[in-house]
Nanobody, 123 residues
Framework: QVQLVESGGGLVQAGDSLTLSCAVSGRIFSSYGMGWFRQTPGKEREFVAAIKRSDGNTLYADSVKGRFTMSRDNAKNTVYLQMNSLKPEDTAVYYC????????????????WGQGTQVTVSS
């Protein structure tokens, strides 16, 4: 059984930075493509960032490109989301997810999900 546990959320001001972590237990971590998604009340869960299982190449949503950086540490079974220049519209519950695919931006292609961590950005 694969388990994902996010941490690092909180309340920050606009322009601040925050780093989310996602610890993965279970099967071989390096065999999973990993992704971050976010969701606000009444809206669909949306793609934020993803990282390939093979070479660590990353993909980003246009709304976060240039501000967010996703990385993975296979030795620690952990992925990170470094969020800089945060905006109020970044406020959401952020979810970490794992896929058996190389990488994906589609939430329905992810096999395992964490419980989410709240990020609130005040103006």
């Amino acid at each position: 059984q694969v388990q994902l546990v996010e941490s690092g959320g909180g309340l920050v001001q606009a322009g601040d930075s925050l780093t989310l972590s996602c610890a993965v237990s279970g099967r071989i971590f390096s065999s999973y493509g990993m992704g971050w998604f976010r969701q606000t009340p009444g809206k669909e869960r949306e793609f934020v960032a993803a990282i390939k299982r093979s070479d660590g190449n990353t993909l980003y949503a246009d709304s976060v490109k240039g501000r967010f950086t996703m990385s993975r540490d296979n030795a620690k079974n952990t992925v990170y989301l470094q969020m800089n220049s945060l905006k109020p519209e970044d406020t959401a519950v952020y979810y970490c997810a794992a896929t058996h695919r190389l990488v994906s931006v589609a939430k329905n292609e992810y096999d395992y999900w964490g419980q989410g961590t709240q990020v609130t950005v005040s103006s």
